[in-house]
Structures are given as structure tokens and as C-alpha cells.
């Protein structure tokens, strides 16, 4: 239940998944365009916001980075319907600095939309830095 409403089964889920290995998420038969506007039609301020560029568009999932394929990914789920993102890892495979940049991102977006996340990672640093409430799975194991 979402809102005290029953979660949609048809059309666009609310909740919506990022994964950890965006080249599994993707078809590699579409071009990131189309890829992109799977979900919704994210502005030139949100593509510049995450960092995709223009010409990246026009691309195969096979001609970008593992970095540059997980914008896209983050980015095509972030339509205006989306109530709650399932982050699995999904900054593992950028630098510092843009694993930065991007949960910024997403926490301004989750504060001015209104979503929530579920954050899985192994990482409790980051879990420290982003999470308002931190569940540590080895601890329910120890009971």
C-alpha cells in the first residue's frame, strides 16, 4: 500500500528498482534514448543534473562506460509518479566524487518529490551519509 492505496500492477509501478549492474537493465537493441523515455521524459535540467550529455543519447548501451549507463538508469526512474526507489549498490562502479554528486542529487530529488529509498550497500559510510534509519542485516542474523 502506497498512500492507503493498493500498489499498481498495470502500467507504471511506483516502486520502482536501480540495480547494480545497469548493463543487465537495459535492452542492448535500444539506443539510450529510447531507453531513457522507457518511463517518463526527464528535462535537459535533469540530464545535466546527473551528468548526461546530448550526444549520449544518440548512443548504444555498449558505447558507454559503466558509470555513464548508470545515469541513465538512475535517471529514467525518477519520473514525477515514483514514490519509492530500491537503490541496490547503484554507485559501486563510479569514483568518489560522482557517487557524491549523484546521492546529493537524489536526496534533493527524494526531498522535493517526496519519495522514499531503500538503500542496499555494503558501504556504511555511505549508509551513514544518506539514511535516516540503517538496518544491519548481520545484526539480525546474530539473534
Given amino acids: 500500500m502506497i498512500d492507503q492505496k493498493p500498489v499498481q500492477t498495470n ?3 511506483p516502486v520502482q528498482l536501480i540495480y ?3 548493463e543487465l ?3 542492448p537493441r535500444w539506443k539510450m534514448e529510447k531507453t531513457l523515455r522507457e518511463c517518463w521524459d526527464p528535462d535537459e ?3 545535466r543534473c546527473f551528468g548526461i550529455e546530448k550526444d549520449w543519447l544518440k548512443r548504444w548501451p555498449r ?3 559503466g558509470g555513464e549507463l548508470q545515469r541513465f538508469c538512475i535517471v529514467r526512474l525518477l519520473s514525477p509518479k515514483t514514490k519509492f526507489l530500491i537503490c541496490d549498490e547503484i554507485t559501486t562502479m563510479l569514483d568518489v566524487i560522482s557517487q557524491a554528486q549523484i546521492w546529493n542529487r537524489l536526496l534533493m530529488l527524494s526531498e522535493e518529490r517526496s519519495y522514499g529509498m531503500v538503500i542496499v550497500t555494503h558501504n556504511m ?3 551513514k551519509r544518506v539514511c535516516t534509519r540503517i538496518i544491519d542485516l548481520r545484526e539480525i542474523n546474530r539473534r
Fill in 45 to 47: 535540467e535533469v540530464l
Fill in 25 to 27: 537493465a537495459v535492452n
Fill in 63 to 65: 558505447e558507454l562506460s
Fill in 125 to 127: 559510510e555511505l549508509a
Fill in 11 to 13: 502500467g507504471f509501478c
Fill in 20 to 22: 547494480q549492474h545497469p
